[in-house]
């Protein structure tokens, strides 16, 4: 039985969507590691929530989005950080646990790696690269501590230049998905609203296709959604709404497929292995995590990245997919016993040095 202390993302509270997939995968983990017997805490903003989990809420500013800087931007921290005020609580109660996982893709927690004596810090890297300072002390971290650091995929890896990486994967609460034999006719879309998400190619697609397109995620960017709204006033797309897991299968089940539009190398893209729990084909820009976990023409359709005819052909011949075969893909290759294996192994291979 481990002692394990998760470290979460300072940019927003846990259950607010504004941390995305990390938030999905920090859940997770805790849920499939208090099943395995281990004991979890989770550090994160005040006003966090989690079900069945136990959440040591701390204040203090809220940092950032990384993504949304430039690549030449300066670390920086607000005045009584919330990321610094966590990693305080971190220090003083090292001693009580085994080892310390860290899910924010910010500069500090790497940079403290070596200062923690009392027990290893091991780093989840959420994104791939989107700054050079974050990608230098990414990879300096993992050039003094290989073991420490996991990536969700080889190809978010690759953006820093790591050939060889360790990757965690990601995984589904499988249960929870209802596989949907007979779709509705309209596509889902389903991330943060923000432009690295490129929802316009998708509403593009919708305009073209004629094919409604219902749209469920936090609405992060308000103003990148209204230029949405300007831009493409006669496609036929609607904003749904941000739910719970359980709400969300049901909209995702009836979709005739998921559109996935990343303009960024997403790291992983959870959406795509829920679309596939519930039978839902995933077209997907070949680009990041959608190209090691989508069987081109089988769970889905690659396509030319950034390309609205892309997402167009392939939609037109989404009937070819068979919804059983992304229901067995999610199966097989991401269920949360799949990740708990995985974890558990790092784990013991970090304790074990
Ligand atoms: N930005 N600074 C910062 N720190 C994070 O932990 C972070 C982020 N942006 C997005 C994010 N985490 C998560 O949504 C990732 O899963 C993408």
Redesign the pocket.
Known sequence: MLKLLFLS???GPLSSG??????F?LYNLAQEMLRRGHQVNVVAPENSALPNTSIIEISGQL?????SQERDILICLPPNSVLGNMWEYARKVQDQYDLIFN????WLPFYLTPFFTACPVAHLV??GSVSEAMDHIILQTVDQFPHLVTFYSQTQAETFGIKEAHCLGSAIDLPLYKYVNSPDDYLAWVG?IAPEKALEDAVAAAQITGIPLKIFGKLQDIAYWEQIKQDYPNAPFEYVGFFSTDELQQYLGKARALLMTPRWVE?FGNVMIEALACGVPVIAYRRGGPVEVLQDEKTGFLVEPDSVTGLVEAIQKINTIDRMACRSSAEQDYSLQALGDRTEQWFHHILLR
Do not use: H, K, L, N
């Not at 504004?18 to 938030?23: R, S, Y």
């Not at 940092?63 to 993504?67: H, T």
């Open positions: 993302t300072p940019v504004i941390g995305g997939g990390v938030e995968t940092q950032i989005s990384a993504q899910f924010a893709y910010d959420s994104m943060r790291a």
